[in-house]
């Protein structure tokens, strides 16, 4: 049996304008030396917010390490949707209907803002039904459960005897009204406007630093910047001294992109399913003909097993399922949830509300960025949102502390297990495989081997952030840090993540 050709890894948002998320260096002079307000990540939440700082006469300078886009947001399935899987059930348990409330609130202002806007800039946007079903009984109690807690939150969810899906579904309710796009064009529209409000984007400038007191002095690799004020729209805070984020989980996901055959089933709306594993499916417009996206597959990023077989599985049921062919573009991408279940967006403690964060999404960041932008914003200018402090009363319960507590214990004894604990394999002068890496080598210095493309690269399996050790993902040939969720490509070059540092040449530990 001859092997299926692997698609090209890029999402179909990069992969069908045929660029790569990289930038390169910026031109020397393109980086203002001081800033009033300085934006660090260019994707949903850095750009809304630097859009509503020009707005309201602050316009903000923006830094991206890659091109604006490059991260979650350019490789998102993109639905802006109050139907959230099992969000609200979820969070009704951990703290109660009004927080269910004030979450609800923010992410429809966050949703109608951001509809605004694109349709002002002319950005397509396809009106669609969101559906939410399941395939088992425990997923169907789960979506009955999210119908009651929506409902009571002033969603006008409604049961669905049909969730145009071409397989049996033991339950699925619907939202209408809510919407898709690409996220490239929503990225492109708010650089457009942020430059005509006199605000500065730079790509290819990577924050690796920052000073301890005010006015911050921020090192990017272009060149420092000393800002006033500094937002940190980087998901995984990128300056969080304090450790305050150890306990955001990244979760990576798996999304790939199909021609829908002209015989080949429509899906209806967009769907998400609450069975284990998720699925997720949409279409989306392209001038060839529509396109189906699946995704899901979902687990902490760095641990799980092979990547790769997490894909394939995702592709041979979307094959099955949608009889569609080769999958056009594949990639993956993750986010991060908070243990309060609500994500986490104002000023860091001790900095004087000058140094911000928005973090957290949990895989709904197109309606919590521009959510979340509003809050920053309005922290700034000293006029939150109402919704703000709704949810900002969620406090840690105890089951949040043991949860944090079971989280940051697996990730200590991840720790202890692959640095002491774990007889690393002795190092060899074989080359893995091509596309396989391994890590080698005893507990004070394992190194991170890999093989992709014909070259065979050697790095500290040492996390620069706090010391992980590095696993590695066979889809994107990467190494990833199973501890907060930093990534490096094979030769060690910092992805994303806390981590602001490259991984260190190998036997430097
Ligand atoms: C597979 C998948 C599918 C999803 N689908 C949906 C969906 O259908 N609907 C929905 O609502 N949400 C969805 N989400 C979630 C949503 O895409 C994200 O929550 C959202 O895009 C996050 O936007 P952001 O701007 O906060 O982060 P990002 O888009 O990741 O932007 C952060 C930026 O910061 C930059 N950066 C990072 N570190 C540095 C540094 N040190 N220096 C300078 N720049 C830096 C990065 O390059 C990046 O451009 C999905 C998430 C995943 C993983
Ligand atoms: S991401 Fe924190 S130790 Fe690697």
Same mark, same amino acid.
Request: charged share 20%.
């Given at each position: 049996?001859?092997?299926?050709?692997?698609?090209?890894?890029?999402?179909?948002?990069?992969?069908?304008?045929?660029?790569?998320?990289?930038?390169?260096?910026?031109?020397?002079?393109?980086?203002?030396?001081?800033?009033?307000?300085?934006?660090?990540?260019?994707?949903?939440?850095?750009?809304?917010?630097?859009?509503?700082?020009?707005?309201?006469?602050?316009?903000?300078?923006?830094?991206?390490?890659?091109?604006?886009?490059?991260?979650?947001?350019?490789? +998102?399935?993109?639905?802006?949707?109050?139907?959230?899987?099992?969000?609200?059930?979820?969070?009704?348990?951990?703290?109660?209907?009004?927080?269910?409330?004030?979450?609800?609130?923010?992410?429809?202002?966050?949703?109608?803002?951001?509809?605004? &806007?694109?349709?002002?800039?002319?950005?397509?946007?396809?009106?669609?039904?969101?559906?939410?079903?399941?395939?088992?009984?425990?997923?169907?109690?789960?979506?009955?459960? &999210?119908?009651?807690?929506?409902?009571?939150?002033?969603?006008?969810?409604?049961?669905?005897?049909?969730?145009?899906? %071409?397989?049996?579904?033991?339950?699925?309710?619907?939202?209408?009204?809510?919407?898709?796009?690409? %996220?490239?064009?929503?990225?492109?529209?708010?650089?457009?406007?942020?430059?005509?409000?006199?605000?500065?984007?730079?790509?290819?400038?990577?924050?690796?630093?920052?000073?301890?007191?005010?006015?911050?002095?921020?090192?990017?690799?272009?060149?420092?910047?000393?800002?006033?004020?500094?937002?940190?729209?980087?998901?995984?805070?990128?300056?969080?001294?304090?450790?305050?984020?150890?306990?955001?989980?990244?979760?990576?996901?798996?999304?790939?992109?199909?021609?829908?055959?002209?015989?080949?089933?429509?899906?209806?709306?967009?769907?998400?399913?609450?069975?284990?594993?998720?699925?997720?499916?949409?279409?989306?417009?392209?001038?060839?003909?529509?396109?189906?996206?699946?995704?899901?597959?979902?687990?902490?990023?760095?641990?799980?097993?092979?990547?790769?077989?997490?894909?394939? &599985?995702?592709?041979?049921?979307?094959?099955?399922?949608?009889?569609?062919?080769?999958?056009?573009?594949?990639?993956?991408?993750?986010?991060?949830?908070? +243990?309060?279940?609500?994500?986490?967006?104002?000023?860091?403690?001790?900095?004087?509300?000058?140094?911000?964060?928005?973090?957290?999404?949990?895989?709904?960041?197109?309606?919590?960025?521009?959510?979340?932008?509003?809050?920053?914003?309005?922290?700034?200018?000293?006029?939150?949102?109402?919704?703000? +402090?709704?949810?900002?009363?969620?406090?840690?319960?105890?089951?949040?502390?043991?949860?944090?507590?079971?989280?940051?214990?697996?990730?200590?004894?991840?720790?202890?297990?692959?640095?002491?604990?774990?007889?690393?394999?002795?190092?060899?002068?074989?080359?893995?495989?091509?596309?396989?890496?391994?890590?080698?080598?005893?507990?004070?210095?394992?190194?991170?081997?890999?093989?992709?493309?014909?070259?065979?690269?050697?790095? +500290?399996?040492?996390?620069?952030?706090?010391?992980?050790?590095?696993?590695?993902?066979?889809?994107?040939?990467?190494?990833?840090?199973?501890?907060?969720?930093?990534?490096?490509?094979?030769?060690?070059?910092?992805?994303?993540?806390?981590?602001?540092?490259?991984?260190?040449?190998?036997?430097?530990?």
């Amino acid at each position: 049996m001859t092997a299926r050709p692997r698609p090209p890894r890029s999402s179909l948002w990069w992969g069908r304008r045929g660029l790569t998320p990289d930038a390169g260096a910026p031109a020397p002079d393109a980086l203002p030396g001081a800033a009033d307000v300085l934006v660090v990540g260019a994707g949903l939440t850095g750009l809304c917010t630097a859009v509503l700082l020009a707005r309201a006469g602050h316009p903000p300078v923006v830094v991206d390490g890659r091109a604006a886009g490059a991260g979650t947001t350019g490789h +998102s399935t993109a639905k802006l949707s109050l139907l959230q899987g099992s969000v609200l059930q979820r969070l009704h348990q951990h703290a109660g209907a009004d927080v269910v409330s004030a979450y609800v609130r923010a992410n429809r202002a966050g949703q109608l803002w951001l509809l605004e &806007e694109l349709r002002r800039r002319d950005v397509d946007v396809q009106a669609q039904l969101a559906v939410t079903y399941a395939v088992t009984d425990e997923g169907a109690r789960k979506v009955d459960r &999210e119908a009651e807690v929506a409902r009571a939150a002033g969603l006008a969810v409604e049961g669905l005897d049909d969730a145009g899906l %071409p397989f049996p579904v033991r339950a699925a309710i619907g939202l209408r009204d809510q919407a898709q796009f690409d %996220p490239l064009e929503v990225i492109g529209a708010l650089r457009e406007e942020l430059t005509e409000l006199g605000g500065t984007l730079v790509e290819g400038a990577r924050v690796t630093g920052a000073s301890w007191s005010r006015p911050w002095r921020v090192a990017t690799t272009a060149g420092d910047v000393v800002a006033t004020r500094v937002v940190l729209a980087t998901q995984y805070p990128v300056l969080d001294r304090g450790l305050h984020f150890a306990r955001l989980r990244a979760s990576r996901s798996y999304a790939m992109a199909y021609r829908l055959p002209d015989s080949g089933r429509v899906p209806r709306g967009m769907s998400l399913s609450l069975d284990s594993p998720t699925r997720s499916v949409r279409t989306a417009p392209d001038p060839d003909g529509d396109l189906l996206l699946v995704g899901g597959n979902d687990h902490e990023t760095g641990r799980g097993g092979s990547t790769r077989a997490k894909a394939d &599985e995702l592709d041979e049921w979307a094959r099955r399922h949608f009889a569609v062919g080769d999958a056009l573009w594949s990639w993956s991408a993750q986010d991060y949830r908070t +243990s309060r279940q609500v994500p986490s967006v104002g000023a860091l403690p001790g900095t004087g509300g000058s140094l911000l964060v928005a973090t957290g999404f949990d895989k709904w960041g197109m309606t919590n960025a521009a959510a979340a932008a509003h809050v920053l914003v309005g922290d700034l200018m000293g006029e939150p949102p109402e919704y703000a +402090s709704g949810l900002r009363s969620v406090g840690v319960n105890p089951r949040d502390v043991a949860s944090s507590l079971r989280h940051n214990g697996s990730v200590g004894f991840r720790w202890v297990a692959d640095r002491v604990v774990r007889a690393l394999p002795a190092p060899t002068s074989d080359p893995p495989a091509e596309g396989a890496g391994r890590v080698e080598g005893g507990p004070f210095g394992p190194a991170a081997v890999s093989t992709v493309d014909g070259r065979t690269c050697r790095v +500290s399996a040492v996390c620069t952030h706090l010391g992980g050790v590095v696993s590695w993902n066979d889809v994107e040939r990467s190494w990833d840090c199973p501890l907060h969720g930093s990534r490096f490509t094979a030769d060690g070059i910092r992805i994303e993540g806390p981590a602001t540092k490259d991984l260190r040449p190998s036997g430097s530990d």
